[in-house]
């Protein structure tokens, strides 16, 4: 059984009900344990990730936050030595071309658009609790989670 972890910031409390919907989901379907640490703003996300990280786990962030921005918080994962190789999604609604190109900039390891129905949403879940991070090469060629797993 594959156990994964999953440490998601996002603001919006709907979006994140929304994701924990789909991971219980993909949960009770799956021979899979998939831990879930909601983080509503993004401000104790690198102490989750250091207490929490007991092997397989991925981080989504979603772009607009009030108190950092999912672009501030990846420089930050990016900066501490402890964190600076977490497998990084960032995770927006906003397919605008200037935030996919600053998150690879910034070294996310994918960019993912929020899918507006539940399926698509599992399927984004399911690929990125399938992938093997640590082994996994970065493609800048593939960016774009939705277009490459989905």
């Known amino acids: ?3 994964f972890t999953i440490f998601y910031a996002d603001d919006d409390e709907d979006d994140l009900m929304f994701f924990e919907e789909a991971v219980m989901t993909l949960c009770e379907s799956k021979d899979c344990i998939i831990t879930l640490c909601l983080l509503k703003n993004g401000e ?3 102490e989750s990730i250091e207490k929490n990280n007991h092997g397989d786990f991925v981080v989504f962030l979603d772009l607009n936050m009030p108190l950092k921005s999912g672009f501030e918080l990846l420089e930050e994962i990016r900066s501490k030595p402890e964190t600076q190789g ?9 397919s605008n071309e200037h935030n996919i ?7 996310a390891n ?17 690929s990125a609790a399938n992938i093997n ?14 277009k490459v797993y989905c």
């Open 1 to 3: 059984m594959k156990e």
């Open 44 to 46: 104790n996300l690198i």
């Open 86 to 94: 977490a497998p990084v999604i960032m995770y927006s609604t906003s």
């Open 101 to 107: 190109l600053q998150s690879q900039k910034l070294g």
């Open 110 to 126: 994918y960019y993912a658009v929020k899918p507006t129905n539940f399926n698509d949403l599992l399927k984004i879940i399911s």
């Open 133 to 146: 991070w640590k082994n996994h090469p970065q493609n800048t060629a593939s960016f774009l989670f939705n």
